[in-house]
């Protein structure tokens, strides 16, 4: 049985999703969740009572119960933090598109709704906002907007005559903004602080070589005009290069894994010196081959939750995988390099964020990738409890959203009831029973 708005007692069924404010919440009644094991953000704990109060946790195996908690069993559930992911990008794709023209609020609006039927709370959209997008942010913060927490980069920062690509990714012309020396750089950073952002977003890196890179001095003037602003600076990289080069000058967050070789010790060092967080986005490269390898996901019930239509018959087109089939390769060994460095910099104590790039193109299919990024970490080395360590505490954290991502006294009830023990099998974070914001549900069972 997985919880229904009427089970919770909540007269709120035929209310969008829109009116559930955080000041309605207030006026709810306390609820006590019972029988859950609970993973806290670092550990399975239980099974023990949860008293939650005006849409926060308030006590984890209350003393006493206010009179008129609307109490639910979970006996044989396991409780979760709602994930967040630091890595994603929303409103940029449609069907089997990407670009300009998909950037609406009604496009968002689904993601959104998406990311949290799927467990993920919070987004932080990683670049290529279109201006709607600051709209839409200033709504989030206020919870006047639904589904998912929406925080990101504005358009981000990237190269003139290079990345991000304005033909392949679609983009406006001045969708990104491009300076060309450091007082370009430097105005660049305040359109973006002016708009309302959380962080800047770069592109560091040169398209394979077929364009030019950012240099150093660059993005030391994009650092600095950021820091200066309190806002700190991500970088998109592939290679090593790349990211020993926007570390030395003082970027904040690498914000895909290094792919090309394996970290060295004297890169390690320094990341952890200066402090420097990493997203390694495994999944960004194991969506261009995996649904070609494997065409009967598209009879997955989760998968299908996540896939719409027009993707769904490109991956059933033979020609289509076999196309995808032979550029395989170097993504295979992309994955590769990606999961030995993650463990490599996770055992060595950098700390790491979670992301996927979904959304980022129609291949990266939002929800879908989160799970598998969560079973990628582990077949890199991590054991279930760190990858979802990552996932929840770990991410809301780079993202400065302390009040959520643990089950803790006092955090924001954003909780995700599965029907399996994710720390058994990290598969079993699909098996999503109910997703809880501000203690009410918002989305039940997927598949
Ligand atoms: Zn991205």
């Known amino acids: ?165 304005v033909r392949v990714m679609n983009l406006a012309d001045d969708q990104v903004l491009r300076p060309r020396n450091a007082s370009d750089a430097e105005a660049a950073v305040a359109t973006h602080a002016d708009r309302g952002v959380d962080l800047i977003k770069i592109w560091a890196d040169g398209l394979n070589n077929s364009a030019p890179q950012m240099t150093g001095e660059l993005i030391s003037a994009i650092v600095r005009a950021a820091h200066a602003r309190n806002l700190r600076v991500a970088a998109h990289i592939f290679d090593l290069s790349q990211a020993r080069l926007s570390v030395e000058s003082g970027v904040d967050i690498i914000a895909h894994g290094i792919r090309d070789r394996e970290v060295d010790d004297a890169f390690v060092a320094m990341m952890r010196q200066r402090g420097t967080w990493y997203i390694p986005t495994i999944q960004i490269d194991e969506a261009e081959y995996i649904y070609a390898d494997q065409p009967e996901l598209t009879e997955d019930p989760f998968f299908r939750a996540a896939i719409n239509p027009e993707m769904t018959a490109r991956i059933k087109d033979a020609t289509w995988r076999a196309g995808q089939l032979e550029r395989a390769a170097p993504r295979r060994a992309a994955v590769r390099t990606n999961q030995a460095n993650l463990k490599k910099l996770h055992d060595a104590g950098i700390p790491i964020a979670f992301g996927t790039d979904s959304g980022g193109t129609p291949l990266r299919v939002q929800g879908f990738a ?78």
């Open 1 to 165: 049985m997985h919880l229904t708005r009427r089970s919770l007692g909540l007269a709120l069924a035929g209310l969008p999703l829109a009116s559930l404010r955080p000041a309605q919440a207030q006026a709810s009644p306390p609820i006590l969740l019972e029988g859950a094991w609970l993973f806290d953000g670092q550990a399975m704990t239980g099974p023990a009572a949860l008293l939650i109060v005006d849409g926060r946790i308030h006590a984890i195996a209350p003393a006493s119960i206010p009179d008129g908690a609307q109490r639910l069993d979970l006996a044989g559930r396991y409780v979760i933090p709602a994930m967040t992911s630091a890595h994603s990008h929303v409103g940029h794709t449609s069907g089997a598109s990407l670009g300009r023209e998909n950037h609406t609020r009604e496009n968002a609006v689904a993601q959104l709704r998406r990311y949290q039927a799927f467990g993920i709370n919070a987004v932080n959209s990683l670049g290529l906002n279109a201006p709607l997008f600051h709209e839409l942010r200033a709504e989030s913060r206020t919870g006047r907007l639904p589904g998912a927490l929406l925080l990101g980069a504005g358009p981000g920062i990237g190269m003139p005559d290079g990345a991000p690509p």
């Open 370 to 447: 989160e799970h598998r990024e969560l079973e990628l970490m582990v077949e890199a080395g991590l054991t279930p409890a760190q990858a979802l360590n990552i996932a929840t505490i770990r991410s809301s954290e780079l993202l400065g959203l302390n009040d959520r991502g643990a089950i803790r006294e006092g955090m924001r009830a954003d909780l995700v009831v599965l029907g399996g023990n994710p720390l058994e099998n990290i598969r079993n974070t699909r098996s999503i029973r109910s997703v809880m914001q501000n203690g009410q549900e918002v989305a039940g069972p997927i598949a």
